[in-house]
């Protein structure tokens, strides 16, 4: 049996399937030319229509000083900024030096430090430890107003978590006691080897 009698024979027993397969191809083909001439344009409108709106938004942001980065600029920056940080955070053998530093500046307000008490809590992902120091003194508040401006404008990473204020009246004279819980940073050693 030769192609042309199969597709006679085909045609005569299952006309109605050819003609619905047929009818099928060519309403896929429609939708084909529908979507290429009408569907596919209109999604590439909006979309330069939309990336033209951000930058312009953007654009609006950087001159508002509000801009805001994409993720890969804020991972750059953090990157950075985490490297930065690490820098200045001292090594754990400098306590120290931050000890000394806690006195250097309570005597130059006119202050003395008597006992300074900490803790330490190692934070393991970060390969850091994390320090609390609480100390008090007791003098005239503008001796006090110095120490915390001292302690403010240090180098060091450090953050005064708690402050407390007592006056009381010795000798005729307000005095006044201050309380102060600092936390500050420095590289775990240990952790790093």
Same mark, same amino acid.
């Given at each position: 049996?030769?192609? !042309?009698?199969?597709?006679?024979?085909?045609?005569?027993?299952?006309?109605?399937?050819?003609? =619905?397969?047929?009818? =099928?191809?060519?309403?896929?083909?429609?939708?084909?030319? !529908?979507?290429?001439?009408? !569907?596919?344009?209109?999604?590439?409108?909006?979309?330069?229509?939309?990336?033209?709106?951000? %930058?312009?938004?953007?654009?609006?942001?950087?001159?508002?000083?509000?801009?805001?980065?994409?993720p890969g600029q804020q991972l750059v920056k953090a990157r950075?900024?985490?490297?930065?940080?690490?820098? !200045?955070? &001292?090594?754990?053998?400098?306590? %120290?030096?931050?000890?000394?530093?806690?006195?250097?500046?309570?005597?130059?307000?006119?202050?003395?430090?008597?006992?300074?008490?900490?803790?330490?809590? &190692?934070?393991?992902?970060?390969?850091? =430890?994390?320090? $609390?120091?609480?100390?008090?003194? %007791?003098?005239?508040?503008?001796?006090?107003?110095?120490?915390?401006?001292?302690?403010?404008?240090? &180098?060091?990473?450090?953050?005064?978590?708690?402050?407390?204020?007592?006056?009381?009246?010795?000798?005729?004279? *307000?005095?006044?006691? #201050?309380? #102060? =819980?600092? $936390?500050?940073?420095? *590289?775990? $050693?240990?952790q790093q080897s």
């Amino acid at each position: 049996m030769s192609r !042309v009698e199969l597709l006679k024979e085909v045609l005569r027993h299952h006309r109605t399937l050819v003609v =619905l397969a047929g009818g =099928l191809m060519i309403l896929n083909g429609l939708f084909y030319l !529908v979507l290429q001439q009408v !569907v596919v344009p209109a999604v590439d409108q909006r979309e330069q229509t939309f990336m033209h709106k951000q %930058t312009e938004t953007r654009q609006l942001l950087r001159r508002a000083g509000g801009y805001v980065d994409t993720p890969g600029q804020q991972l750059v920056k953090a990157r950075r900024d985490i490297a930065e940080f690490r820098s !200045v955070v &001292p090594e754990h053998r400098d306590f %120290t030096a931050l000890i000394d530093e806690l006195l250097v500046l309570a005597y130059r307000a006119g202050l003395q430090i008597d006992q300074i008490s900490y803790s330490q809590e &190692p934070l393991r992902q970060l390969d850091l =430890l994390q320090y $609390e120091l609480a100390f008090t003194v %007791t003098g005239q508040y503008a001796q006090l107003k110095q120490l915390i401006h001292a302690l403010e404008q240090s &180098p060091r990473i450090m953050g005064i978590r708690q402050i407390s204020l007592n006056s009381k009246v010795e000798e005729g004279a *307000t005095r006044v006691a #201050l309380r #102060l =819980l600092l $936390e500050t940073f420095f *590289t775990d $050693e240990a952790q790093q080897s």
